[in-house]
């Protein structure tokens, strides 16, 4: 799922620029989607109401990712170090309340 956080996810465009029907899709986009989505739902359920309302719409994980990053930009009062630290702790916490209510999360 981390991958596709980083990397994105880019749909196939239609002859107009719209998104391809996904019935045209092959298996390879389709298990993408799927993680996109699994991501997108995991990076949701760390969140307050709060602050999913103040990151507004989004389109992917990676969209949502980095809207969370800008929100929380300058809101952190630890040294320079300790924020990869930090945030591996956060993404822990939330992996684990994922996996008490039963929901399996892929590396």
Known sequence: MWIIIQ????????????????VNWDASLMKK???DAKATYTLQ?????EELNRVGPFSSAKELWEKLIELH???SNT?????????????QD??????AIGQKVEN
């Open 45 to 49: 359920c760390g969140l307050t109401k």
């Open 94 to 99: 939330l992996l684990n309340d994922l996996h």
């Open 73 to 75: 930009k300058g809101t």
């Open 33 to 35: 989607v799927e993680v």
């Open 7 to 22: 990397t994105g996810l880019e749909l196939p465009r239609d002859g107009v620029g719209k998104p391809a029907s996904c």
């Open 79 to 91: 040294e320079e170090g300790e924020s990869a630290s930090q945030l591996h702790a956060g993404i």
